[in-house]
């Protein structure tokens, strides 16, 4: 009998001191140890079962029956605390690696059409409205299509306006100006009437600086056709430029000289900053230029497969970057193709 009250009494101090241990515990890995020291083969509830035939026969099953309470009670309670333990670790990272989702979101860098894709086109579309549609030749050149079939015969001096860059195949050039592309478009379309826009890089051995480029854009307006006149000329060019600076623009038109135009002219805007009093912008001369022009000369005419006793067509040259550069108030041409971010995400 004292047997079992003391295997019993040992059991319930056991339980007991278990039970505090197991309130104080705040951590998996203490928890773990605990279970190992109370609830393992090895542990000391176990070891009571072991005990067992030490206790009088007639006892022994109350004795086990015991400790199988005590062995239930104390996993119940494991369980309970290793919730416990659980929720608080999760609770405790939720505070600490919290998505704060107030933050403002960081935006990935989306590319965007080079400003001057935005202007050229732009010129296409007010030129499209006006009839003229696109038509691309190449960079590489003959020099007979850049030079000799414009009226500039090779030793003429006028090849000096341009200061062209040459290949290692005699003969071939990057093209200076779009204006070859005007034979191109007349031997392709002629005898029929033309009206195109011929946009495009040309290349020049420039000395560079903040209005001169190597590399450059131009686009070359054409039309032929039978009784085109200066003035049909002149009232597209001042379209033009209605649509492209606005309705209030003022434009001027002076006489110049280009070998593959005959007459020849320049046009040129009222200076925007000053409003043609005169600034830093346009030289102190109130009017700033934008293009060349003219009736194309009867011998380009007739290189292009045109009989000049009935047709006749006007040209003109424009600088899509100096368009730019007016409108954006661009002070330094090498911008454009610098390929500097902070410049090109403006536009
Ligand atoms: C010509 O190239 C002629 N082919 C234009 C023309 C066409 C006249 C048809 C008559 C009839 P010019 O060399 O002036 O002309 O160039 C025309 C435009 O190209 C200039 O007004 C300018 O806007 C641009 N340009 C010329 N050189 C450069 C350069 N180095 N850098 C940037 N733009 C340039």
Partial sequence: MSEKTELIQELEALQKK??????EIQDAVSLQNWR???LSRSSDVMAFFKR?????????PKIGQFANQVKTALEKQFEKK?????????DANLKNERLDVTLPGRKPARGRLHIQTLVLREIYRIFAEMGFQVYRSPDVESDENNFELLNIPAHHPARDLWDTFYTT????IMRTHTSPGQVRAMREFSPEPIRVVLPGMCYRYEQIDASHEIQFNQVELLAVGKNITFGDMKGTLEEFTKR???EGVRTR??????PFVEPGAEMDVECFVCAGKGCSVCGGKGWLEILGCGMVHPTVLRNGGYDPEIYSGFAAGLGPERISMLRYRIDDIRNFWGNDVRFLEQF
């Fill in 52 to 60: 067992l035939p030490e206790a009088p026969k007639e006892e022994r």
């Fill in 36 to 38: 190992a020291a109370y």
């Fill in 169 to 172: 195949k005699p003969g071939v």
């Fill in 18 to 23: 278990a039970e505090l241990e197991l309130k």
């Fill in 244 to 246: 492209m600076y606005g």
């Fill in 253 to 258: 038109m002076r006489p110049s000289y280009f």
């Fill in 82 to 90: 290793e919730i416990m333990i659980k929720q608080a670790y999760l």
